[in-house]
């Protein structure tokens, strides 16, 4: 069942969440790069190649995982000369690039470097991360700002253009309205939401570096109310992801308005989830 | 469709089915029938395990043990007891870089372990028996731990706050060892990488880290490595103890 | 361990949260008004009577409950003639009076009535509630709503002032600052979670009525977060709930910042749990 | 410190142990031993019950049984595999309003029940041996349920989408009934009530709703009686049929 989400279309509605899922690493060790999924989600990229924060980057929680990653990787620049073409070669399916940044300057420029390379099949501005110090969330948690964000990206690329909400809002349908505004195509709900974990003797921050941020199951129920409310607010294209586990949570999900669904942290228990799903699915 | 599941993956998770859980002072011994498909791996590989009925929403990296008459995991006893009692259990694996093997005796090569870090030196004791093993524990009721580990010859453990590090500048300074395999937590891995390299020693160190994936998809189990953080289950858990001082 | 959360005196660190303990109803059948709490955090009261929302109003999640209420009760004449006479009767500790309105007169005019009453130790206004159409969550997730209505509460009343935030906000930490700036003397933290339940088939809304909030375990992370932030921003004690089910929960959220802890649906299950928390805590 | 604990409620919950699960069909049985200070109530009052190492969070309300040697409960079969197979699961009760039984006999009362609303039934059979009983279910796998309820005497029971309210109409056109008294689903209750007060005669309707405490405190359970919303737990279970024509 092919489908289309903001102008992409995908040979079925199963897509990774960013961040993730490697696919390099996938196809070395499981012998394809996104077994199971429509395309690849990558990583964000940033504009300079970053270490992302120190050990401890997870904490589990009761029907979660806590990550405080901080956005690793190695920068736009060997992302466009090393890293895309090479994904380009091992992905079965469209690659979308995720797109993060501090500065509405630092989005523009890996977008219009992006819109040059025909490798990128879309684009995904990450305004959600809650786990670095600045930029990102500060920009998705501003109607003004996301607006604003959107429109220049907009301009610099003729692509589809996905915006990866935060259910860490007072009102997500204001955010994705103001995506809308912008020009979007397709808006991305959820990302992790903030959230952290102490030392219990300390009670300083368990993490080694920045912010927390929730996913998994304990987060479905968030996930669904963003998309529901973006739903209801725009005429946007939804993917949605947040805790999906199983065929029923993808159907819920599409139920709730996605037209296609990704899964995150579920695939760190089964790197075969997609593949079950998809036959689950289908019968 | 049954194909595209079969298809997906090389490693699993496959089922495996517990077949008892044993006490071991505070910790307890999991024996599981693996699935055909999973193979046990070299030592210092790990498989991520999670119990789908099971308390913990992740799988945990454990060390598989080869028995006689079988393969088990040790984990503490609330761990067994809330997510690995079975029936079944889903098992990805094996994962990450084991020890290279290629220079080890029993001769010139000194094992250091602690804490669960102890698991891996099972595997290669099977290979070469009575090679030395120094081994730490938390506290004393894990001591019942060291009976999985057959093959090697013991030390008197050491527990906490006694130091593994003590003997093992002793034994070095003997100059008989010209190798050291360690595991463990991350600290202990960089203080054995220190003294070895201060001994013109080698070494590889097993390290530890939180996993959530276990593949390289998360990112979340860096360590300190080439002074910057690595993934642990990508670049690791086992690295050339030189990596850990850069 | 006597303790002081914002001036309010209280025997032991444990309250229950608004709306998810009916001391009256606990007293016919348990014998007790608020076993094991030090008091008793009232079921927020709005200026009329209010049956709630339609069936159903509850959903299980993973971990967690998700709730459609919307705010029943006898309104605030009711409340103060007949209600509050009653609690003081039973009630073993200080009775917090949780406000809620839809507007700031609403707000204003129970705190103001609330003042005269001997049997009121403290206010908590409720700025955070997701469960009703309009008002509540949509002053608390306001920086300028905030710290209006919390100066004009102040006005209104010597009492000690608490007021209860919401996570679904994208910087808890502007919001708490502002309830600083309008006067008050503490913060709770948290309400429930943005989220809904839809029906797999139709895509609607599982709820009979408005919108969903998630409690329990699946919280838990997001409200010690909200606790860390809100340390960070101010000097108020904090009131800390969302999730809690045991003495390591009680800790953590104190080890965050929080002065006092408050049970909610995990007292769902079991009734007795301030109880077995406070011996739990004592041991 | 044990007596906070003993002493903060009268009704627990107490654990109660799960002697063992026998399938009905689609359903379960699952035979319970309370604890000394569990009391299984008057027909009509629920108990909630829930296993901390279970699947849900939250605990459920049901209706106890008496069994021939023992108590028990039905539930489907996933729920009672997920969540009450035991050991040990957490019973709070006897919660809410049953029946009132005073002017109850096999002669002029009759019972209508639904679905889980039939185990309400089993504890009015045992008092009043013979009394007949109208039962639905919604499925034909759900049948081996009508096996607890025991006392009562059978019509053919009615599978969905064939209703209980066919038999009944016919029943009190016989004049001989003077009280109904039923249990299922809210539609079902209303419908019961409905048609009694057509016909002149009194109901009292046990009802069901989705429920997360049992005992007043969440105003989650709520049902639509005297023309408003009010708390299934604390007004009911078991409400007089004319307060849902409200
Ligand atoms: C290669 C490798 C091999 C291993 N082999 C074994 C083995 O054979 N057997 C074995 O049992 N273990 C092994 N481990 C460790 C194992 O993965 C688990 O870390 C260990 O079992 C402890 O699990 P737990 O859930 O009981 O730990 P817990 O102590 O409950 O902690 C679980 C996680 O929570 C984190 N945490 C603790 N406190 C907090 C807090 N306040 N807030 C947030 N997070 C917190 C910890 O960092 C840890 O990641 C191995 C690890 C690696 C990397
Ligand atoms: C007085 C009383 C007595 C009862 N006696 C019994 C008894 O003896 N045995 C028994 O088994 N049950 C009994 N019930 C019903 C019982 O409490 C449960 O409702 C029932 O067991 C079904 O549980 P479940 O978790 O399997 O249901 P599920 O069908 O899984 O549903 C659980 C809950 O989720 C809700 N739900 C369903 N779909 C969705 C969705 N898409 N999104 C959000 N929410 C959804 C439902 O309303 C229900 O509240 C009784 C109820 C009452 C009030
Ligand atoms: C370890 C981890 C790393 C993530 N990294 C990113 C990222 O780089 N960019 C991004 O937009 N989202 C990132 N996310 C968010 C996920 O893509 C997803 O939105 C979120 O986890 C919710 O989905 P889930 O509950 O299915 O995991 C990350 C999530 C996790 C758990
Ligand atoms: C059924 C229910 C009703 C609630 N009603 C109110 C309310 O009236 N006023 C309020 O401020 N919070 C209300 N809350 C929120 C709780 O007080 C609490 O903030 C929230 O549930 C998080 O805590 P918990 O996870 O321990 O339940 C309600 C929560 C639940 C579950
Ligand atoms: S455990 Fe996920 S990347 Fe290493
Ligand atoms: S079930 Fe909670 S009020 Fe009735």
Same mark, same amino acid.
Do not use: Y
């Given at each position: 069942m092919s489908i289309t989400v903001g102008r992409l279309a995908l040979a079925q509605p199963l897509l990774n969440g960013s961040g993730t899922w490697d696919a390099e690493q996938a196809h070395r060790l499981f012998g394809e790069a996104n077994p199971g999924l429509a395309g690849f989600v990558t990583k964000t990229i940033t504009p300079e190649p970053r270490v992302g924060n120190p050990a401890p980057r997870i904490a589990p929680a009761r029907q979660g995982l806590l990550n405080s990653i901080g956005l690793p990787g190695p920068g736009r620049e060997a992302f466009l000369a090393t890293l895309l073409p090479h994904l380009r070669t091992i992905v079965d399916g469209p690659i979308i690039c995720s797109v993060g940044g501090f500065s509405l300057a630092d989005y523009v420029d890996t977008v219009a470097a992006l819109d040059d390379?025909? =490798?990128?099949a879309a684009i995904e501005l990450?305004?959600?991360?809650?786990?670095?110090?600045?930029g990102c969330a500060s920009i998705g948690g501003d109607a003004g700002e996301t607006e604003r964000l959107t429109a220049a990206a907009r301009r610099a690329t003729t692509k589809p253009l996905f915006v990866k909400l935060s =259910?860490?809002? =007072?009102?997500i349908a204001v955010i994705a309205m103001a995506a809308e505004a912008g020009g979007a195509d397709a808006l991305v709900c959820v990302n992790t939401v903030k959230a952290t974990a102490v030392d219990r003797r300390s009670g300083k921050s368990w993490f080694g570096g920045g912010g927390g941020g929730l996913s998994g199951a304990s987060i479905r129920p968030v996930a669904l109310h963003a998309v529901v409310a973006c739903r209801e607010a725009t005429q946007l294209d939804i993917v949605g992801l947040g805790g999906v586990e199983c065929a029923d949570d993808v159907r819920d999900l599409v139920a709730a308005g996605a037209s296609a669904v990704a899964l995150g942290t579920a695939l760190f228990r089964n790197p075969a989830l997609a593949c079950a799903i998809t036959a689950d699915l289908a019968s | 469709m049954s194909g595209v599941l079969e298809h997906a993956t090389r490693l699993g998770p496959y089922r495996a089915r517990v077949m008892g859980v044993e006490p071991l002072g505070g910790l307890a011994l999991v024996r599981v029938e693996l699935d055909s498909r999973t193979e046990v791996g070299v030592p210092g590989q790990f498989h991520m395990l999670s119990n789908p009925a099971g308390r913990d929403y992740l799988s945990r990296p454990v060390g598989l043990i080869e028995l006689d008459g079988g393969v088990g995991f040790v984990v503490d006893q609330a761990s067994a007891a809330a997510d690995m009692a079975g029936p079944e259990i889903a098992v990805l694996g094996p994962l990450g870089r084991g020890f290279d093997l290629s220079e080890t005796n029993a001769e010139t090569t000194l094992l250091v372990a602690a804490g669960f870090g102890l698991t891996v030196m099972a595997g290669i004791g099977r290979m070469h028996r009575h090679i030395r093993l120094i081994a730490g524990l938390r506290q004393s009721d894990h001591l019942p731990l060291l009976e999985c580990i057959t093959g090697v010859t013991n030390d008197a453990p050491r527990i906490a706050p006694d130091l593994v590090t003590e003997p093992l500048i002793e034994a070095l300074a003997s100059g008989r060892y010209t190798q050291v395999l360690a595991a463990g937590p991350t600290g202990l891995g960089t203080a054995v990488a220190r003294i070895c390299a201060d001994h013109g020693v080698a070494s590889q160190v097993a390290l530890e880290a939180p996993m959530a994936c276990g593949f390289g998809a998360c990112n979340g189990c860096v360590v300190p490595l080439d002074g910057t953080w690595l993934r642990c289950c990508i670049e690791g858990p086992v690295v050339d103890g030189a990596r850990l001082l850069a």
């Open positions: 390379d025909p =490798a990128c990450n305004v959600s991360c809650p786990n670095v110090e600045s =259910a860490s809002v =007072a009102d | -």
